[in-house]
């Protein structure tokens, strides 16, 4: 879901998680990782054996799994966690191969990715789907549903305003059902 600024893409995402019985959230940010989204090998302590720990997708298998400010990693172009989409999207596992462990751990997720467009708000010289900020085609592909959402408030008093995000939800709400 990729739209302007306080257009209501997270409340959208609220009603996804109100409505499904397992949905885990992520807010990508300068510090994510791929690892904290897929998975990681790590030694404990106490056994000082090597383990298979669960990111945010494998954790959500079998659910939904929200990603809030899917365009910031979009921006820089040195990161490259979103190719931490690729695997789980398309073949419903993560892959861990460190240490000792090699394993795949069940990503079966429906992912609602929520962001801005590429420049924040939508130019209307150009179209909606040349502003997505996700430009790779292979991650593009994982997403089969793709919705644009622009700021078109009609210019009311806060209550009119109001009153329009209420019936707007409300329709919303419909749909979802």
């Known amino acids: 879901c990729i739209g302007e600024p306080s257009t209501g893409k997270s409340h959208l995402a609220q009603i996804v998680s109100d409505r499904m019985p397992k949905v885990l959230k992520t807010v ?3 510090g994510s990782t791929k690892v904290g989204l897929t998975g990681a ?10 383990e298979a720990e669960s990111g945010a997708i494998p954790m959500a ?5 929200i990603t809030d400010e899917i365009d910031k990693p979009a921006q820089d172009s040195s990161s490259d966690i979103l190719s931490a989409f690729n695997e789980p999207l398309s073949d419903k596992k993560v892959t861990l191969n460190k240490a000792n ?3 795949e751990l069940s990503a079966d997720v429906s992912e609602y990715a929520i962001g801005n ?3 924040r708000r939508f130019d209307k ?12 085609a292979d991650l593009n ?10 700021d078109n408030t009609p210019n009311q008093s ?3 305003n109001k009153e329009f995000l209420e019936r707007e939800e409300a329709k919303a709400r419909k749909v979802i059902n």
């Open 28 to 30: 990508v940010s300068s």
């Open 41 to 50: 090998v790590t030694k404990n302590e106490v056994t000082k054996q090597f």
């Open 61 to 65: 298998d079998g659910g939904f799994h």
């Open 101 to 103: 462990i090699h394993t």
């Open 117 to 119: 467009p590429k420049k």
């Open 125 to 136: 010289h150009q179209e909606k789907y040349e502003q997505n900020p996700i430009e790779n």
């Open 141 to 150: 592909s994982r997403f089969p549903i793709k919705l644009a959402v622009e």
């Open 158 to 160: 806060n209550k009119d």
